[in-house]
């Protein structure tokens, strides 16, 4: 064993660290595109304390340091650019605290998706909290670090936006709390009414410090859920369709889709509506409002709601939605990726007919998808192309094509949400000069070793 | 290409216009009605081309073997006049679209055709079927494609049910039992009314039961429950069929209950209608619809439809009527459910 090995054992057990090369050829990569880089070592520990020393250890011998949840971001985020540490989180994943009447709930920075969601569904049947579709390993501290979006999305914003205050180790190793829970024992707010510092952590993929405990926000769980899909021929339709539906506030989730396959999803733009109700006469009301506020589009033969039979329900309702992971493996070989660019809603149609221009252009299966976010504020635009991993022209191609997209997506007014490593550079390079002053200052003072998951966010 | 056969002479002489006057859901008068159906037939414009709900229930009207809603389609298609949205017409043209994904059974003389339902693949079991199962075929290239006429395209039936055909040819068949009513109207009433050759024997499956159960007379159980039937729109291809809905039920026992809307006055699932044409329609008939079962007593609702049945089915649960489709209603009463 390296001395460095063996000092990460002393923090946090033989068990629980390895420089073998099985392991670091699993830590080499992610399910995504990017090229593979091996990490030195990988850890993973238990506490918040085990991270601070891993963090210490990390800034004494200058070794570049790489948190990571599950993995599933998908554009290299947790690939160890300039190897060294991968802090692998998932051991870190207890419910602390949950807070019925106040509706948070406080987990470790390894927590995931799918524990918290099992675990309010058996104790708090009334409380559930944005999950987003990924696989339910995703951890809710990544989840948030790259501004994700889940369910309640549409209603609430960004899953960061329900951030109610974090435990996070700085690079220098000091443990910080941020938000009221610096002040108070209750986790209610991560800014107000004070200065709001989870900017300096949230969106900086771990660049800046490390999670080690979140607090969420929670909502009112009905007891029902329904799912209804609007159909139009027309992409250019769509921002007033969603414009209509979010004003009747009436929904929970709103996603859009687009695909030529299968057959019945040929020539015709999606818009999935959930709502949700404590009673069948809550859900007709919504339903019947909904419906109420598209009529004019029926009446005018633009669009319409499609049949969605009682065997395609659980499917849709399932949360999270499996589809998609269906999707990635069309062309078998279990390759996906997309580029979800955050991005007005009224750009839909451009963005719609950029994908089909990409994907005929380099003969790629594609989807879009778009999640509406804060009641149309904006959308994430998925440009998603599935691929074989055996067929390294295939995904030539798919990195080419995402390429293009890069490129269009800035040009077109949008930001990119979990940007790979080139994508950050091009938003840096757009970005104005002092915002990116600031974004320096802020990196230069919490990281000057520049340990923190390298190649990500580099202002310098 | 085809033609519709289409008399008008038959209407300008009719006495009744029945088509439009007995419509349940366009208020016409006897002189209004021939005024109308005259205008249609003659290509011109009229309301009706714009009202007309789909529900082919002036198909069952006419008793003159005219066929007034092939005609209302035929007219709307050559104006232009949707009854759909286009992205749900392009739907349903899609997913009928032949992709070579058909399901062949062991196919002899006799075959049931599941058409493209696949919930057929499921129902379709026990000593009922024992006779011809597993001789069967499923998937779009035995899918009648009739359902288009909901939609106001005729064109599409036209290019594509004489290849249906021509693929029941393929196999030699002699008799096809269709497990639809759509199957059966294609093969029995619009391939007729277009002049397409149908070389086989198309058997309605209400009566394939009918004599399947007559056969197996010992095994019956009377159920002694009560039970409204949900009649398909498309059954009124078919007409002279549906006393075997009644037939049936004297056969297992099952009082089917008088009802404000049955036979000719039987109200629409409103699946169509929901996609069609928005809330109000689908919803005031599927309220007044099940009021009347719930008022009649019934305890089950007997399915022939499938894709009744997935419109209604949750809707009937909630007023504690159970839904059932009326094969497994026989096969509960052959002791198989
Ligand atoms: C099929 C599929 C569907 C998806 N659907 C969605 C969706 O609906 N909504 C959505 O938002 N996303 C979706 N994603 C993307 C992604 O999986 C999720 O956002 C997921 O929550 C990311 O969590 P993770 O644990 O996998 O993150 P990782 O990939 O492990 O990490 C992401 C980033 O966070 C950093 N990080 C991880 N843990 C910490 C920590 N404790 N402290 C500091 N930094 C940390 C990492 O260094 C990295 O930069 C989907 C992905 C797939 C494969």
Redesign the pocket.
């Known amino acids: 064993m390296s001395d460095i090995t063996l000092s990460l054992a002393k923090i946090v057990g033989e068990n629980y660290v390895s420089s073998g090369e099985e392991e670091l050829y699993f830590y080499a990569r992610?399910?995504g595109l990017m090229p593979a880089h091996k990490p030195d070592y990988v850890i993973m520990p238990k506490t918040a304390e085990e991270v601070q020393k891993i963090v210490r250890l990390a800034g004494k011998e200058k070794i570049p340091l790489?948190?990571?949840?599950?993995?599933?971001?998908?554009t290299g985020?947790?690939i160890p650019l300039k190897g060294g540490i991968i802090v692998d989180?998932k051991r870190m994943n207890k419910i602390l605290e949950v807070n019925e009447k106040a509706r948070y709930v406080i987990v470790e920075?390894?927590t995931s998706?799918g524990l918290l969601k099992s675990y309010l569904e058996k104790n708090y049947p009334r409380l559930r909290h944005s999950i987003?579709?990924?696989?339910a390993?995703?951890?809710i501290?990544?989840?948030v670090?790259?501004h994700?979006?889940?369910r309640l999305t549409q209603q609430y914003g960004f899953?960061s936006d329900m951030v109610t205050g974090l435990e996070v180790v700085l690079p220098s190793g000091e443990i910080c709390k941020i938000g009221s829970c610096s002040i108070s024992p209750d986790w209610f707010s991560k800014g107000a009414p004070l200065p709001d510092l989870s900017g300096l952590?949230l969106g900086w993929?771990?660049s800046t410090?490390?999670?080690?405990k979140v607090a969420l926000k929670l909502y009112p769980r009905k007891r029902m859920r329904d799912v209804e899909i609007f159909i139009t021929d027309r992409e250019d339709l769509i921002p007033d369709i969603i414009y209509e539906i979010t004003h009747t506030e009436m929904v929970e989730d709103i996603n859009i889709f687009a695909q030529p396959l299968p057959m019945i999803f040929k020539d015709n733009h999606h818009i999935t509506i959930f709502l949700t109700g404590d009673t069948d006469e809550e859900l007709e009301f919504k339903r019947k409002m909904i419906w109420d506020a598209l009529d004019g589009f029926i009446k005018s033969k633009d669009g319409g709601f499609m049949s969605v039979p009682p065997v395609m329900k659980p499917t849709l309702l399932d949360m999270?939605q499996k589809s998609?992971?269906r999707f990635?493996d069309v062309k078998k070989g279990g390759g996906?990726e997309y580029s979800g660019p955050i991005i007005l809603v009224e750009k839909y149609p451009e963005c719609s007919r950029k994908l089909m221009e990409l994907a005929s252009k380099y003969d790629l299966a594609y989807s879009a998808m778009a999640?509406i976010i804060g009641r149309g504020h904006c959308m994430m635009f998925g440009f998603s192309f599935t691929f074989n991993r055996a067929d390294p022209d295939m995904m030539e191609r798919v990195r080419k094509a995402l390429h293009e997209v890069s490129e269009y997506a800035l040009s077109a007014g949008g930001v990119f949400w979990?940007p790979t490593v080139d994508e950050q550079r091009m938003a840096i390079e757009r970005m104005d000069p002092n915002t990116r002053n600031l974004m320096k200052m802020i990196k230069n003072n919490l990281d000057p070793n520049g340990i923190m998951?390298p190649g990500?966010w580099e202002v310098n | 290409m085809y033609t519709l056969k289409f008399d008008a002479n038959l209407c300008k002489i009719c006495p009744t216009c029945d088509c439009l006057v007995l419509c349940q859901y366009m208020d016409l008068d006897i002189d209004k009605a021939k005024e109308e159906i005259m205008k249609i037939s003659e290509g011109e414009d009229s309301f009706v081309l714009q009202d007309c709900v789909t529900c082919y229930g002036c198909e069952e009207y006419c008793k003159r073997g005219n066929h007034p809603f092939y005609l209302i389609t035929e007219r709307r298609q050559q104006k232009g006049i949707l009854t759909s949205p286009r992205a749900i017409t392009k739907q349903w043209i899609n997913i009928g679209e032949p992709r070579g994904k058909y399901r062949l059974g062991e196919i002899k003389e006799k075959i049931l055709s599941f058409g493209f339902m696949p919930e057929f693949l499921q129902l379709v079991k026990g000593r009922l079927f024992d006779d011809v199962m597993p001789s069967y075929v499923f998937g779009q290239e035995f899918f009648c494609n009739v359902v288009y006429i909901h939609f106001a395209n005729t064109s599409i039936i036209k290019e594509r049910l004489p290849m249906v055909i021509d693929n029941f040819k393929k196999l030699g068949v002699q008799e096809v039992v269709c497990m639809h009513d759509e199957c059966f109207g294609s093969f029995a009433s619009l391939a007729p009314a277009y002049g397409i050759e149908v070389p086989f024997k198309s058997i309605h499956y209400f009566e394939y039961l009918y004599n399947r159960l007559e056969r197996l007379g010992d095994e019956i159980r009377p159920l002694n429950i009560k039970v409204a039937y949900q009649r398909p729109c498309s059954s009124r291809l078919s007409p002279d069929k549906h006393h075997f809905v009644a037939d049936i039920m004297k056969l297992i026992g099952v009082d089917l209950v008088e009802r404000r809307y049955q036979g000719e006055n039987a109200l629409c699932c409103g699946g169509i209608f929901g996609m069609a044409f928005g809330y109000e329609l689908a919803n005031d008939v599927q309220k007044r619809n099940i009021d009347d079962m719930v008022d009649s007593g019934a305890e089950y609702c007997v399915f022939n439809c499938p894709a009744c049945q997935s419109t209604l089915a949750a809707k009937v649960t909630k007023k504690g009527i159970k839904p059932i489709h009326i094969i497994d209603l026989c096969r509960m009463a052959i002791g198989e459910k």
């Open positions: 992610d399910p790489v948190p990571m949840g599950a993995g599933m971001a998908l985020l947790i989180m920075g390894g998706h987003p579709d990924s696989p390993t995703a951890t501290a990544a989840n670090m790259i994700g979006q889940g899953n952590f993929f771990g410090g490390i999670i080690t999270p998609v992971c990635a996906f999640r979990k998951n990500n």
